[in-house]
């Protein structure tokens, strides 16, 4: 016997005409009010639509309604918008670089300090009309109150429309007035003025727009007969400063020479003068001494002495009667007597 499939699952699923006891299951009755659906479509839009966004630190955002920017910028944080109607930008806040190097594709990168881009090198004239190269790196920021009003006006592209532009034309004009030879001398005095007018010309753009954080010259590439000439001229100067040094090495030499013999005959002199004074001290000495004595030989004494010399002279005679005895003037200095026999002198008395 033949098996009917159709039937066997009419009969096992029994649909509602053909069953009159099949109720439909009923919703909850919270799913029964308006409200819950109202509440339903907004949390499924707010999935897809997404109508709020996060801001990081280093960023802000501009709330732009129906195409015009907010001019207060949002900060870090979530914030909410009303999608279709209302849009936010995040521009980034951090410190840019450009580096302006010779060979260099223009690009850029992005890293968690900010933004890198690389700028092909300057090139300039100097005083004279000719060529230099100039490599620096400029770093700068974004001015976060103003960023509403620099976007409206520059755009989002405002760096190419204001820094790179202002950088080249204020190297342009610090390099155009010194001459090359000059420029590796005063390198410090050109990237300071570079970096002063940078400021300044930023300065007078209106709202603001940028903060300048630092200019740094790296390198100034000379023409090669400049070079030439430089390296020439440092070669003359190293020359001259030896010459000089041998110069006054010699003459220092000389100078101590002459403080030698100088020396040796104020050594000399002074010697002399010391002989000299103590002869005339000695001299003095002796004259005072003869005056003290010539002082000291009163009549009295000289009579006393002449008693005693005579009174020797009589004890001599005692022992010698041939004596010849001569007595000097006066008396008053030593007498000398001579025995007449062998006519010899016998004796000296004082």
């Not at 002199?269 to 004595?293: P, R, S």
């Not at 005692?318 to 000097?328: E, G, M, R, S, V």
């Amino acid at each position: 016997m033949a098996t009917n499939y159709n039937d066997y699952f009419k009969k096992n699923n029994p649909t509602p005409e053909s069953d009159n006891n099949f109720n439909p299951p009923e919703l909850p009755p919270f799913l029964n009010k308006p409200i819950t659906w109202i509440v339903v479509i907004l949390i499924v839009l707010a999935v897809f639509a997404k109508p709020f966004v996060i801001i990081n630190q280093g960023e802000v955002g501009i709330l732009s309604t129906t195409g015009k920017f907010d001019d207060k910028p949002l900060e870090a944080g979530m914030h909410f918008f009303i999608p279709i109607i209302q849009k936010v930008y995040i521009v980034d806040t951090r410190v840019h670089i450009i580096n302006y190097k010779r060979n260099a594709e223009v690009g850029s990168m992005n890293d968690e300090t900010g933004t890198i881009k690389l700028y092909p090198s300057i090139n300039v004239l100097d005083s004279r009309g000719l060529p230099i190269t100039i490599e620096l790196t400029v770093g700068y920021r974004l001015n976060s109150a103003t960023s509403a009003k620099t976007i409206a006006n520059y755009g989002f592209n405002w760096e190419d429309k204001i820094i790179n532009p202002l950088v080249r034309d204020v190297v342009r004009n610090v390099i155009g007035r010194f001459p090359a030879e000059e420029l590796p001398v005063k390198r410090n005095q050109i990237a300071s003025l570079i970096n002063a007018n940078m400021a300044k010309q930023l300065d007078k753009l209106k709202f603001n727009p940028v903060i300048l954080e630092s200019v740094q010259l790296r390198e100034i590439i000379l023409p090669q007969k400049i070079k030439d000439q430089i390296e020439a001229v440092q070669i003359a100067k190293q020359q001259a400063e030896r010459v000089k040094y041998e110069v006054l090495r010699a003459k220092q030499e000389a100078q101590k020479r002459a403080a030698l013999a100088q020396g040796v005959a104020d050594a000399k002199k002074i010697q002399a003068q010391g002989e000299a004074d103590a002869v005339m001290i000695k001299a003095k000495a002796e004259a005072d001494a003869n005056k003290l004595i010539s002082e000291s030989l009163t009549p009295q004494l000289l009579k006393l002495k002449q008693i005693e010399v005579q009174a020797k002279f009589n004890e001599a005679l005692k022992y010698n009667n041939n004596a010849q005895i001569f007595l000097t003037p006066g008396g008053a200095v030593p007498n000398i007597w001579l025995d007449a026999k062998d006519k010899q002198k016998a004796s000296i008395s004082k």
